[in-house]
């Protein structure tokens, strides 16, 4: 299987790699248009800051050719939030695949830190790609902004409130957590993923 990365000015790419190699897959890592349109499966990962994220993207017309993919793409959690409509943070306009908003947490009490770091739920999970995921399983979030709840969404976590933890639209899917930094429920998901149809 042809799985490529997309290589933008953001993090976390490494530990997408190691677990994709946990699991027999030896990944690219590419901002390559043929290559990466080329490939049966598309991972577009992402821990940074959305303008600037926007702006490389923009400036290698990857902006253009996420949006035109016809096979199964993942976004985590930056990546994610750039496929929605805009972003609040600093004002940025996304990718627009998805319908919904990207939001800054508000904290209404000092019990909640943000960004929220470390495991929490994800709940009414829809689709396959968590396919033999039970109800209520935690995986691992790092993140200030989070996606509204709208028509994309397709699994929730509560953190001050309830939003969007994945969203789906065609062959496109996001979660704003980071399934390669959560145990076998993250390896579950990434397996899901990769036994998606075109």
């Known amino acids: 299987m042809n799985v490529t990365i997309i290589q933008y000015n953001a993090g976390n790419i490494q530990s997408v790699l190691y677990a994709l190699e946990r699991l027999g897959i030896t990944a690219t890592v590419t901002d390559d248009a043929a290559m990466i349109q080329a490939s049966d499966k598309v991972i577009f990962p992402g821990v940074g800051e959305a303008s ?15 949006v035109s993919l016809k096979q199964p793409v993942l976004g985590i959690c930056l990546g994610m939030q750039l496929m929605c409509q805009h972003s609040a943070e600093n004002d940025t306009r996304c990718l627009g695949i998805f319908e919904e908003q990207v939001l800054a947490f508000k904290a209404k009490e000092a019990s909640f830190k943000i960004p929220q770091i470390g495991w929490n739920t994800i709940s009414n999970l829809k689709t396959d790609l968590f396919k033999g995921i039970a109800e209520n399983s935690f995986t691992y979030f790092v993140h200030g902004y989070y996606a509204g709840m709208g028509f994309n969404t397709i699994a929730t976590t509560n953190y001050i409130q309830e939003y969007s933890s994945a969203l789906q639209k065609n062959n496109f899917y996001g979660v704003q957590f980071h399934p390669e930094k959560s145990a076998v429920v993250g390896e579950q998901i990434i397996q899901n993923f990769l036994a998606l149809k075109s």
């Open 52 to 66: 600037t994220a926007m702006s490389y993207l923009k400036a290698r017309n990857l902006d253009q050719l996420i």
